[in-house]
């Protein structure tokens, strides 16, 4: 038996609705296993259920008695075009579903069968002798809670026999349009709960579910501006421009600060600038891109990350490289774009071919801190401050490492960053789990019964579909295609807090920061919102 569609489900979500529906008169023979409408006016029926017509047409249904019948379902009908503006309905959630329309009379041929549903033409075409019913099926988009039948143009005495409505799994581009409107929805929320604060950020969620809130100084802060920028691009709407250079512009004080410039300005300033023009913006990014060319070390031919100190007990590891400030290179190769400055560009190479040698493994898994001696350039070791061990590869490493050899092959066109961000982006395939959202570390020896991280798998999804346009081959680039599509649909789906969710983030199950925060393994990073939506905006062409 067909499963009930209710008028108002509230709360409720049947795991897959459908119903069908045979059109007869009063008293006609039922049809196995579907419902009949009779030509009543819409309303509710027996069960819950609510469809009709929009007008009484009980006098329009026949119940032709005809041998040449299937079966009971083809041998009643009911007229379409009697009279004008005729439509039947019924009662059904929002989304997406597969309808099936059979129309047709097995007394009559020659009638111009034009049926749509929900404007979507489901049947075309004329009956004759040799085909008395036309059979066709079309996927449909409901969002007005009911979907509508009615004659198309060109249609001629069309006739409805019956339907069936079941409902359907909502494709990628529709699951990544819902994902949009939740992510404006706890936008709004958000700027909201910071009462339009340009000098309030926020970067994780806390246990009440609400943001915890910092100011511009924090290494996060670029991401905020970030997600309202994704927003206008993937929108159009203009409001979220004024809110992102709101919270953009306060950011040009922290142009001197010594690491995670990327993370501060690309999100954030570089769109004011794409859309301004402004000298004044153009030279927010290049004193930030000047600030990490400070950072350089001729001896060890990289730039420092100075915040870590060795939690050895070798005083020659004294010089830290971290997978994370890779992603600064986009920085200085957009720097050397913009002024011409070869400085930029060679610097950014040659850090990337030390990466290479030291923090990306034979198997293409990556280490998270590279260690030098600052004296003589020497190589001492790798350690980790957020993975599983030193030798461990922790997810979020592996994005960045993703993402960036992706930029700096696409930014300098050399064939060894794309043969390495090839094998970090193989290593991620070959090891994450099947729905693409991987554990927070690869080599945590808890796995399964540990934590995945989101916010690495939608940097990842980023990467991927940027890589998916750099190489050659074919069955490679759909392969990384098809990979940034199963975490897409894992991200918009599973992941993806509900409407209604107090929790104001739009990621479920980031992992912030599990060996210095052991519960901080399923909050929202608001990174891991703005990689979301940029990979969201690349795969749609927005």
């Excluded at 409505?165 to 910071?194: C, F, G």
Aim: aromatic share 10%.
């Amino acid at each position: 038996m067909p499963i009930c569609i209710f008028e108002q489900l509230d709360a409720r979500r049947l795991s897959a609705l459908s119903a069908s529906i045979n059109f007869a008169p009063s008293g006609a023979p039922l049809a196995p296993g579907y419902i009949t409408d009779t030509g009543l006016v819409y309303g509710s029926r027996a069960g819950g259920r609510s469809f009709g017509w929009n007008v009484d047409n009980r006098a329009n249904a026949r119940d032709r008695n005809n041998v040449s019948s299937q079966d009971q379902r083809y041998d009643t009908l009911n007229h379409l075009q009697k009279s004008s503006g005729l439509r039947w309905e019924i009662a059904v959630p929002n989304g997406a579903y597969r309808v099936r329309v059979v129309a047709g009379d097995p007394t009559f041929s020659g009638d111009v069968m034009r049926i749509d549903a929900e404007s979507t033409q489901v049947v075309a075409g004329t009956t004759h002798a040799g085909r008395l019913w036309l059979d066709g099926w079309a996927r449909v988009r409901v969002t007005d809670g009911r979907l509508t039948l009615r004659a198309g143009a060109g249609s001629v005495n069309a006739k409805l026999c019956f339907v069936e409505i079941q409902e359907a799994a909502p494709t990628l581009a529709e699951r990544l349009d819902t994902a949009v409107r939740r992510a404006a929805d706890v936008a709004r929320q958000t700027i909201n709960d910071l009462a339009n604060d340009a000098s309030r950020y926020v970067n994780y969620t806390k246990p009440d579910g609400r943001w915890n809130v910092i100011d511009n100084t924090r290494w996060t802060s670029g991401f905020w501006p970030g997600v309202l920028w994704q927003l206008h691009r993937a929108t159009g709407d203009a409001s979220w421009k004024t809110s992102a250079t709101r919270w953009t512009t306060p950011l040009a004080n922290q142009t001197q600060k010594q690491g995670d410039l990327a993370f501060r300005f690309l999100p954030s300033y570089l769109p004011l600038y794409q859309h301004s023009k402004s000298s004044a913006d153009r030279a927010v990014l290049l004193k930030a891109a000047d600030a990490k060319m400070a950072m350089w070390n001729p001896t060890v031919g990289a730039f420092e990350t100075t915040w870590f100190k060795t939690r050895t007990a070798n005083p020659k590891a004294n010089f830290a490289v971290l997978i994370d400030m890779t992603t600064d290179l986009e920085l200085l190769t957009w720097a050397y774009q913009e002024t011409g400055i070869a400085a930029y560009r060679d610097r950014a190479e040659q850090h990337m071919r030390l990466v290479t040698r030291t923090l990306v493994a034979p198997d293409g898994g990556t280490r998270h801190f590279a260690m030098f001696d600052r004296a003589t350039g020497e190589f001492v070791g790798n350690e980790t401050y957020q993975g599983y061990a030193n030798n461990s590869t922790w997810a979020r490493g592996q994005a960045w490492a993703i993402y960036s050899f992706t930029n700096m092959a696409r930014d300098t066109h050399n064939a060894e960053f794309l043969h390495a961000a090839c094998k970090v982006a193989d290593f991620y395939l070959r090891n994450m789990p099947a729905d693409g959202v991987p554990w927070w570390d690869f080599n945590d020896p808890r796995i399964p019964n540990t934590f995945r991280d989101t916010s690495a798998a939608a940097v990842v999804a980023s990467g991927l579909l940027r890589l998916a346009k750099l190489v050659t081959d074919p069955t490679t680039a759909a392969r990384y295609r098809a990979g940034a599509e199963t975490i897409l649909t894992s991200l918009a789906s599973t992941y993806l807090r509900p409407s209604g969710s107090p929790t104001r983030g739009l990621l479920s199950e980031g992992a912030l920061d599990i060996p210095t925060f052991p519960d901080s393994g399923n909050v929202s990073l608001i990174f891991g919102d703005y990689y979301f939506l940029e990979a969201v905006n690349q795969y749609t062409a927005r």
